[in-house]
């Protein structure tokens, strides 16, 4: 591992603003952010981007960025504190243990931006709109919580489009492209790094905004168009 690196890790450390794996904060928020205001998820933040651009348009909201490399939350959460930001935090931690870290109801709404699509279908149930995440985030939501992915990916696009309509989602909005919008919205404006590198490339941004539902998901019984296709073997 670099220097550079090593010393982003022994920093993040020491930020206020960055919990790396906490115990015992499960329904707590509130007192960690001294506020009862809402809390919203941003997924495999990467450099938080989202997480503060969010944080800098919702003064009363509290947003939580949550990755696993220490290495990149130390930009955003270094960003916070420069600005002073202290509706915004970050968590280093599987996005698989989310219910270690939050009760039943504490979260707002969750934001997935530019994941990894894991285009390989044997590697389908990594996509962090995969019915097996979808069941993890679904107890963890308040009532009338919303789940947001921006992409890049059409196959991602796609495939949470077929698990919207397998699962029996409430689909909220469905913009294929959001940059041809006549005015695009100031929450869609946030542009992460990623984004920023995708439209200098000419590819286009889509998005999704859905709800699940009050009932409780058993992502093994959500059968999906694309994974019968695959039955009798894989790419």
Request: proline residues 6%.
């Amino acid at each position: 591992m670099g220097q550079k690196k090593l010393q982003r890790f022994a920093e993040i450390e020491t930020f206020p603003n960055v919990l790396i794996y906490p115990e015992g904060m499960q329904g707590k928020w509130n007192e960690y952010f001294k506020n009862n205001h809402p809390v919203t998820l941003e997924l495999a933040c990467g450099k938080g981007d989202y997480t503060l651009g969010m944080g800098r348009l919702f003064k009363d909201q509290n947003f939580i960025g949550v990755d696993l490399k220490g290495n990149r939350i130390w930009r955003g959460a270094k960003t916070a504190l420069d600005e002073s930001l202290n509706n915004v935090a970050f968590l280093r931690t599987q996005i698989e243990k989310l219910d270690n870290y939050f009760a039943p109801g504490e979260i707002r709404d969750i934001w997935i931006t530019f994941p990894d699509p894991f285009l390989r279908k044997s590697k389908s149930k990594k996509r962090l709109t995969h019915p097996r995440f979808l069941q993890l985030y679904q107890p963890l939501l308040a009532t009338g919580a919303t789940i947001n992915l921006k992409t890049d990916s059409p196959e991602l696009y796609a495939f949470t489009q077929e698990v919207i309509a397998a699962a029996g989602l409430t689909l909220i909005e469905d913009i294929p492209d959001v940059y041809a919008l006549p005015e695009v919205p100031a929450l869609l404006k946030i542009q992460t790094y990623y984004e920023g590198m995708h439209l200098a490339d000419g590819r286009t941004i889509r998005y999704l905004k859905f709800r699940l539902p009050d009932t409780p998901l058993n992502w093994r019984t959500i059968k999906l168009p694309s994974d019968e296709a695959t039955v009798g073997g894989e790419d």
